[in-house]
């Protein structure tokens, strides 16, 4: 059964707050302020958040080009280990990841290695700022990538109960 990103008590407490969320096409819509670790910048902007947690969207979300998502989402659906347990998709898309040559030296060309695993060109350019460019090569493009989508995906696992906490005061 897929895994919904807000739980009925958090739509809940949101509109309790004030905030009736957009539902479009697979994505939440809804002001960042709403979402405790977002809303300390205190813009007015507007958030995009999965509606399923094991779908194209979250895949787009946490790094990867409509494409790539469509095609990872696929195999993950087909994937059954020899025990009959399929893989959790956060461990399936880090085994992706690492399927590809990676992108270690300075002289490596980064963005391209990163592009072949499907990332997205927001992504790449933030892992390639020239202002991180010496924490950068402190590892490599692989594990970069690997950091930045277990990042956003723990953050779309933790985002329920954070809205439900913060309605509690206890965040």
């Not at 995009?48 to 696929?74: D, R």
């Not at 700022?129 to 956003?152: G, N, Q």
Request: charged letters at 20%; aromatic letters at 10%.
């Amino acid at each position: 059964m897929p895994t919904q990103i807000l739980s009925p008590e958090a739509l809940t407490r949101l509109n309790e707050s004030g905030c009736t969320p957009v539902v479009n096409q697979g994505w939440y819509s809804l002001p960042a302020r709403y979402i405790p670790y977002i809303s300390s910048s205190g813009t007015d902007t507007t958030m995009k958040l999965p509606t399923i947690l094991e779908s194209i969207e979250t895949l787009v979300f946490i790094g990867f080009t409509q494409a790539a998502a469509e095609q990872i989402l696929q195999r993950y659906q087909q994937d059954e280990s020899s025990d009959g347990v399929t893989p959790a998709l956060l461990d399936f898309v880090k085994s992706h990841v690492r399927s590809f040559p990676d992108a270690v030296f300075e002289e490596d060309d980064w963005d391209a290695a990163m592009a072949t695993m499907g990332i997205k060109q927001s992504v790449r350019s933030g892992i390639m700022s020239p202002e991180f460019w010496v924490l950068m090569l402190s590892e490599t493009a692989r594990f970069w990538v690997i950091d930045t989508i277990e990042t956003k995906y723990k953050f779309l696992e933790s985002v329920d109960q954070s809205i439900i906490a913060r309605s509690h005061g206890w965040v």
